[in-house]
């Protein structure tokens, strides 16, 4: 059932696509636009139609905003159109209140889907009242949704899109293959707990682009698992910066392989490129990365491996061996550091760090000269280097 949309829209849509793609529009199965009341049924009848078109299809959401009041998932196990794509022109909202969607681990999910393409809009999770709850130490508050995760998916393309306040983390990218993120936005406050700004497992060919990350944990975390990345144009701050890990909390472990994060800034910050492992036995690994182009503004560790990862310094296992980590490449990386060890590569004695090469590493900390730190790390160094390489 295709439907009329406001003329803009739909001359716009018609144009960029062939006269067989088929327009869903959420307003005419029920959806409001006042965010007051629940629209997610008219959501799942205009993927459902979408699902069964044998033709290319778009899910129109108009300006407004609309209540999503529970967990919504878009399967995709039974789809026969070729494409869908999700047109977003206004705002998906949560619950105010925050045990509704609290432990439903996922607010808005897509389950097998494959050639989806969601473009512009914004995601609000409202995740503001949980920080609190969190931060006030009550043991009562649930973990948090992530607003928005993809699983098990191929050939996704997220583009233009916003998330705001999330409870937990904003996007996550599970089992995936041939995704893109381009025009991004992920904010939320610098010290809301556990809000990672992009999240990637057992994920392969995933490519984000010209990206701006404000959160208060890792602006994108890349778990175990994950191959043939590329992270460009990407700014992070505030955040805890472009993470690797963390990784070998298990001794059977996919590693990480593969990775390129280019031309990226970061802004205040906790990290600016962190590999982090626990200190466990672990078969994992690490290898393949590269880091290039990348600017530091009063970052608090512009470069840091840690292998002996524990942040709350409780109970940490202190094992000898751990996760492999090895060939990291650091490349016209420059700045400044809001502490004096710029460069930090705390590797463990029974896997050393290996191939760590860096070139062209200007850090500077205030007036005073950066230093560089050294534990268990093999490599090279050439080219401008500020603070001395310590490999």
Known sequence: MAVKLVAPVLLFLLFEYSSATVIYNVLSF????????DSRNAFLKAWDLACASTNPAIIYVPPGRY?????LIFSGQTCKSKAIRIYIDGTLVAPTNYNVIGNTHVWIKFYKTNNVTISGGTLDAQGAPLWFCKSSGMKTCPLGATTLGIYHSQNIVISNLRSVNSQRFHIILYACNNAKLQGVSVSAPGLSPNTDGIHLIYSKDVTILNSSIATGDDCISIGPGNSNLWIEKVVCGPGHGISIGSLGWVTEEAGVQNVTVKTASFIGGQNGLRIKTWARRSNGFVKDVVFQHISMVNVKNPIIIDANYCPNHENCPNEVSG???????????????????????DCKMGKPCTGIRLKDVNLIYGSQPAASFCSYA??????????????
């Open 30 to 37: 029920g959806a409001t636009a006042n965010g007051f009341f």
């Open 67 to 71: 209540l999503i009041a529970s967990a």
């Open 323 to 345: 996760v492999k980590i090895s060939n990291v490449m650091y490349e016209d990386v420059h700045g400044t550091s809001a502490t004096r060890v710029a460069v930090k590569f």
């Open 378 to 391: 093999a490599g090279s160094a050439s080219g401008l280097l500020r603070p001395t390489s310590c490999l």
